[in-house]
């Protein structure tokens, strides 16, 4: 049970967190030039985009405060330790694991407050940095902190730069997807103001960045965790790894096709071939967003095992 709600709550707080950097970033990338006017320009996506920060930051708090209890009780071997105060006191001020949770939660409060005034200019910007850093945190809580010496900073900002980059793009499809879904409501006058097809190439350009930094740092991150290819098949951590590895393959196929095939055929917003491709476009916005969640939950189940490497 406690195996099981630690899982859980890991992969909740993952989503939640790399989602939460993702949609606050996706502004500032996609409709710089005009942002201090994104709020009078696309009144229904800032509203929609702040609702879905709100739970964001929600589903972070509560998944955040799980994961806690659930870690506690497994260090502590046993369930009936998960609410005992001295074994929470000695959890949060005895373990590293303790004072990184703390300052992810109040960043996380942090942003709930400036949420009160998004998307003003100033929280448009302060919104992301803070999520950058409450998913940055999220390094020194894995893996990553058991390598020693400077190869440990090494592991731990490789792992932060990952998780950075996961967010960049998982996060980002959140609201790309809800500006595809907008667009078929539209007409071909107000599909030419969104610019449905420079949003694309905008994002597929972002995402491409993200995933080179994906590949480089999992490169790195992997040989730190299981130190030779071999080791993939030699154990369970090797073999769900793997399975990771080949998730994101998928992934990056969809989203090159994307990118090299359908975004180039949205050039004439609102033309009948348009809305062919942006339908296809929206079925594999979903596909790869469903790929990444089966792999943020490999991930969260892999935080629990030990790493080929140290076996």
């Not at 730069?161 to 998982?170: C, K, R, T, V």
Request: glycine share 8%.
């Amino acid at each position: 049970m406690l195996e099981s709600g630690l899982i859980a709550s890991r992969f909740l707080h993952y989503v939640a967190v790399l989602s939460l950097f993702g949609v606050a970033l996706f502004p500032l990338y996609i409709f710089r030039g005009r942002l201090s006017s994104f709020a009078e320009d696309e009144p229904k996506l800032a509203a929609w985009m702040r609702w879905l920060l709100l739970c964001a930051v929600l589903v972070a708090l509560v998944s955040g405060v799980a994961w806690f209890e659930f870690t506690t009780g497994m260090m502590a071997d046993g369930a009936s330790a998960m609410m005992q105060p001295s074994v929470l006191m000695t959890m949060m001020m005895g373990t590293d694991f303790g004072p990184l949770w703390a300052a992810r939660l109040i960043l996380l409060l942090g942003i709930a407050g400036l949420l009160i005034r998004w998307p003003s200019k100033l929280t448009l910007s302060l919104v992301p940095l803070l999520a950058a850093l409450a998913l940055a945190s999220l390094a020194g809580t894995g893996h990553a902190r058991a390598t020693q010496g400077i190869a440990g900073i090494g592991h731990i900002a490789s792992d932060a730069l990952h998780l950075i980059a996961s967010g960049l793009w998982l996060g980002g499809l959140w609201p790309l997807g809800a500006v595809i879904v907008a667009s078929f409501r539209c007409t071909a006058k107000k599909q030419e103001e969104l610019g449905i097809g420079e949003i694309l190439r905008r994002f597929s350009s972002v995402a491409t960045v993200a995933v080179l930094v994906l590949v480089a740092t999992g490169v790195l991150n992997s040989w730190f965790l299981v130190g030779s290819p071999f080791a993939l098949f030699s154990s369970l951590y090797g073999e769900l790894l793997f399975a990771k590895i080949i998730l994101f393959v998928f992934m990056a196929l969809l989203a090159s096709a994307n990118r090299f095939w359908i975004t180039p055929h949205l050039k004439v917003a609102g033309s009948p071939s348009s809305e062919i491709w942006l339908s296809r476009l929206r079925w594999r916005v979903i596909a790869e967003h469903t790929l990444g969640l089966a792999v943020l939950a490999l991930v969260s189940y892999l935080g629990t095992l030990q790493p080929t490497i140290i076996q």
